[in-house]
């Protein structure tokens, strides 16, 4: 028998208390990109966690999924698809596996392809639908059942109605989230041919960078004033943390890409902190074409 979405996100509120922190860590948005979760229930009653992270660009959505989130069977796949706004629609289909725990062999997995209806997406509404599984190559069948999403702060009020024991642990989690959303509104891109440029009034500077896309293999290095701060650094969905001394002087930040991994360009994300002041980059570059920051002493010209 099927189960319903709050059975999944109330009963067992506490056990997704764990997965929420790690949703909440893995969660990197940028512009017009959404983070769904909720449940993946197959036609013979099994059911899974399931989340959908995806850029939308002109209609056009690119992410990935993430099947048994925190489970042993924790499964990372691509996923392709389009939006249709009058028809309040998404679409989407797992093309292949980008990562997982699973010790299922490789071509026993099966991919979903979904039509879900929308009830307004950036409002945080639910998003209901059936899905067919198929072998990769999307030729042969290999299960039936349905899916339904809700934003993450919505899974959070869920919780927090039906446990308000929980308050305490998830009133800073919801509010987090909700910072975060608003604070990638804002990304600036900076490319080889576009450098970004800051004031500062601090002894140091603190920088992450991330992959919040395509975990695909980007390396990147890490110059600080023509010195190595880091170097050949694989990307990946965990922050790397860099505080950098500054010298009073226009100090320059370089990101040299060193492989493009299987998508390019390199893209990287990252968020540099000067003073009380919090900058979110979106860096894209090709092969030993740095992407460059200038930081510049308050009151210099």
């Not at 506490?14 to 969660?27: R, S």
């Not at 679409?91 to 062999?105: L, N, P, Q, W």
């Not at 446990?163 to 305490?168: G, L, V």
């Not at 998830?170 to 909700?178: G, S, T, Y």
Request: with cysteine.
């Amino acid at each position: 028998m099927q189960q319903d979405i709050n059975e999944i996100f109330v009963l067992k509120a506490f056990k997704y208390i764990a997965f929420l922190f790690l949703l909440l860590y893995d969660v990197s948005l940028s512009a017009q990109e959404y983070v769904l979760i909720g449940a993946l229930t197959l036609h013979d009653g099994g059911s899974y966690s399931y989340k959908l992270q995806f850029t939308d660009s002109a209609g056009s959505i690119k992410g990935y999924s993430v099947t048994d989130i925190g489970g042993r069977h924790q499964t990372k796949s691509a996923i392709t698809g389009t939006i249709n706004s009058n028809k309040k629609e998404l679409v989407f289909r797992e093309s292949g596996i980008t990562d997982t725990r699973s010790s299922v062999a490789r071509d026993s997995f099966c991919f979903v392809h979904a039509r879900l209806k929308l009830a307004g997406l950036k409002k945080g509404k639910a998003l209901k639908g059936n899905f067919t599984g198929y072998r990769l190559g999307g030729k042969t069948p290999c299960g039936k059942g349905s899916i339904t999403l809700y934003s993450a702060a919505d899974v959070l009020d869920k919780l927090m109605k039906q446990s308000p024991a929980a308050d305490s642990i998830l009133r800073p989690l919801k509010a987090k989230l909700i910072e975060r959303d608003t604070a990638y509104g804002n990304v600036i891109t900076v490319t080889t041919r576009k450098a970004f440029e800051a004031v500062y009034n601090a002894p140091k500077v603190t920088l992450q960078l991330w992959d919040d896309q395509h975990i695909d293999g980007d390396v990147v290095s890490v110059l600080h004033n023509g010195k190595t701060l880091l170097s050949r650094h694989a990307l990946t969905a965990g922050r790397k943390r860099l505080d950098i001394r500054l010298t009073g002087n226009v100090d320059t930040i370089a990101l040299v890409a060193i492989h493009e991994g299987r998508e390019p360009s390199n893209t990287a994300m990252l968020q540099l902190t000067l003073d009380t002041t919090t900058h979110y980059l979106k860096a894209s570059s090709k092969l030993n074409e740095p992407v460059y920051i200038y930081l510049k002493p308050k009151g210099s010209n």
